[in-house]
């Protein structure tokens, strides 16, 4: 496992390869099975593969999404506020699940921040992409998180970017 956490690096450039239904399967089961608080399970995934779709979400905050429109697809990464108090957090461990699968599948991944981003003109990007999407408005978005075939290589990191002096032993 710790061969994967060293080679995953957020990748923002794709090539136009789709992604195999198995491999998106496969994917969408890692999220499945990341841990719930509470066994409450809030999350809920929506999967875009319709790049007009993937266009419109690429312009969801004004930086920072612009690459998801170069993407094979994107998983809109969001919770059931109704379900449980700790949605972000449940979402987020679904979100390293999706990533860390790609990563094992061959795919690149980056993840695009919704919660608490605007649009503009003071609208939040959540607003926006539930008009997109048809989201109901109980349904929360932490994120976007675009996959697709890898175009180029990142190098991966080694045990010097280990920030060891951050590990604390029963006392800080």
């Known amino acids: 496992m710790l061969e994967l956490f060293y080679k995953r690096r957020s990748i923002r450039k794709f090539t136009d390869k789709p992604i195999e239904a198995a ?8 999220a499945l099975l990341a841990p719930s608080s509470k066994s409450s399970y809030p999350c809920e995934f929506v999967i875009v593969d319709q790049k007009e779709i993937n266009e419109k979400l690429s312009v969801c905050k004004p930086l920072g999404a ?7 697809c994107s998983i809109v990464v969001a919770g059931d506020a109704d379900k449980s108090d700790v949605w972000i957090e449940d979402c987020a461990i679904a979100a390293t699940f999706i990533q860390l699968q790609a990563e094992k599948e061959g795919l690149g991944t980056c993840w695009i921040q919704i919660r608490e981003r605007e649009y503009k003109d ?3 990007a959540e607003s926006y992409i539930h008009e997109i999407l048809n989201m109901p408005a109980n349904i929360k978005i932490l994120a976007i ?6 175009d180029g290589e990142k190098a991966g990191r080694d ?12 006392t800080f």
Request: aromatic share 8%.
């Open 23 to 30: 491999k998106l399967e496969r994917i969408m089961q890692a």
């Open 145 to 150: 998180i675009a996959i697709g075939y890898k």
């Open 122 to 124: 003071e609208q939040s």
């Open 66 to 72: 612009g690459f998801l429109k170069n993407a094979a």
């Open 159 to 170: 045990e010097t970017f280990l920030k060891i002096e951050k590990i604390h032993m029963n």
